[in-house]
């Protein structure tokens, strides 16, 4: 008989599919024997929080707690209003990705 003694997340390895297994393959056991495996999650999705409308520095912090990573910064021509602040947000908000994926923002500058 099989028994799940483990499921974690991982990468590379699809969900459901077995990662681990105590006895090892091709090791001889007694009929009726419980082997033990660890099993995958798949990836760990997190989803993609709002970012559009915030400063930068918060949006740096929204995307450090949310375990993802800050891409690429586009600034754009300066316009009147919060400086700083994010425009358009790649992926958008509340996608699932893979955590510690990047997330691109394109930023306003401010008229000083």
Do not use: C
Request: aromatic content about 4%; cysteine-free.
């Amino acid at each position: 008989s099989i028994q799940v003694h483990e499921s974690r997340y991982d990468k590379r390895v699809p969900k459901r599919v077995v990662l681990t297994q105590n006895p090892p393959a091709g090791r001889k056991v007694r009929q009726g024997r419980t082997i033990l495996v660890a099993v995958s999650l798949g990836p760990e999705l997190m989803e993609v929080p709002k970012l559009e409308g915030q400063s930068l520095r918060t949006a740096k912090i929204a995307l450090s707690n949310s375990k993802l990573r800050l891409g690429k910064i586009t600034f754009v021509d300066p316009a009147y209003g919060e400086d700083e602040a994010v425009t358009k947000q790649n992926p958008g908000y509340g996608k699932k990705v893979q955590r510690g994926q990047e997330i691109h923002l394109t930023v306003r500058r401010a008229y000083r």
